[in-house]
């Protein structure tokens, strides 16, 4: 299985902050590389797909990247619905695999 | 929007099958996607599950494949899950989702059941 390795694990940040959480896949899955987003008590929402394509509806305040087997997801402008939990995943192969999560919090 | 909703007992005992089921209002038979479970343990992250397509072609998560079972029912718009031999460990919120190809990411989730499995 390939590992999604997401840090940091949590991290907090104030509203207008630039945040960037970053995520390492255990070999190369070239862009296959999804990121969503988790409130809680709610089902995850796609953010950004194929490493740095913007899904519809999702403002241009997130977007993503990719470098080798390194991945990023950027908020350029924190707003309050943005604390939540996000997660990485690789679409490259079967099983599926999530990266462990980071909670962002409020400072 | 393609809308999803889990079904199921929400309590199973240990050593008992979790059956769940999935109705979806989309067109089934026509649609290139991919209808899948994913799982998440109470405060803990996300594992996928398994999928399934349309004229009944799965993929299982390895690490339960040796339990699971995936099926679909295209006449209801419906596809279900069991899982075998069940212990505290599979205790998760458990949530269908849509699959789109070729873009390959989950689109559309289904608002999660909890089950818990405990005597």
């Known amino acids: 299985d390939i590992q999604m390795t997401q840090s940091p694990s949590s991290l907090s940040a104030s509203v207008g902050d630039r945040v960037t959480i970053t995520c390492r896949a255990s070999q190369s899955i070239t862009t296959s590389l999804n990121w969503y987003q988790q409130t809680p008590g709610k089902a995850p929402k796609v953010l950004i797909y194929d490493a740095s394509t913007l899904q519809s509806g999702v403002p241009s305040r997130f977007s993503g990247s990719a470098s080798g087997t390194d991945f990023t997801l950027t908020i350029s402008t924190l707003q309050p619905e943005d604390f939540a939990t996000y997660y990485c995943?690789?679409?490259?192969?079967?099983?599926?695999?999530f990266g462990q999560g980071t909670k962002l919090d409020i400072k | 929007q393609v809308q999803l909703q889990e079904s199921g007992p929400g309590l199973v005992t240990p050593s008992g099958t979790l059956s769940l089921t999935c109705a979806v209002s989309d067109d089934f038979v026509n649609s290139i996607n991919w209808w899948n479970w994913v799982r998440q343990p109470p405060g803990k992250g996300l594992e996928w599950i398994g999928e399934i397509f349309h004229n009944g072609n799965t993929h299982y998560n390895p690490s339960l494949q040796s339990r699971l079972t995936i099926s679909i029912d295209n006449s209801k718009s419906e596809f279900s899950l069991k899982l075998t031999s069940v212990t505290a460990a599979d205790t998760a919120i458990y949530y269908c989702?849509?699959?789109?190809?070729?873009?390959?990411?989950?689109?559309?989730w289904g608002p999660g059941t909890l089950v818990t499995v405990s005597s």
């Open positions: 995943q690789q679409s490259y192969n079967i099983p599926y695999t």
């Open positions: 989702a849509r699959w789109v190809r070729p873009a390959d990411y989950f689109d559309s």
